[in-house]
């Protein structure tokens, strides 16, 4: 069964930091094309960043420079590191895969930027 599971949100002050990290199950996640999503409650979902099984990293331009993505293939891990944060950052982050032409996510992490 896949599974994906985030972890590491929480309440931080503007131009804080915090790492999120997404773990899976089920599934070798260095195969295949990771994502990090960003939802706010009403609003359109948003691709933040991805990694894919080369290695080769995509950042929504609103990110770039600030958010790092990258892999621990022996954790089977992949991580966001987030640097720099604003409160237009705060929202609830998740990982996806597509794996057999179907969309696995986990549940999300709420990331609360905040003085």
């Known amino acids: 069964q896949v599974q994906l599971v985030e972890s590491g949100g929480g309440l931080v002050q503007p131009g804080g930091s915090l790492r999120l990290s997404c773990v899976g199950s089920?599934?070798?996640?260095?195969?295949?094309?990771v994502d990090w999503y960003r939802q706010a409650p009403g609003k359109r979902r948003q691709l933040v960043a991805n990694?894919?099984?080369?290695?080769?990293?995509t950042y929504a331009d609103s990110v770039k420079d600030r958010f790092t993505i990258s892999r621990d293939n022996a954790k089977n891990t992949v991580f966001l590191q987030m640097d720099n944060l604003k409160p237009e950052d705060e929202d609830n982050y998740l990982c996806?895969?597509?794996?057999?032409?179907?969309?696995?996510w986990g549940q999300g992490t709420q990331v609360t930027v905040s003085s």
């Open positions: 996806h895969i597509i794996y057999n032409w179907r969309d696995y």
């Open positions: 089920g599934i070798t996640l260095s195969d295949r094309t």
């Open positions: 990694i894919r099984s080369g290695g080769r990293t």
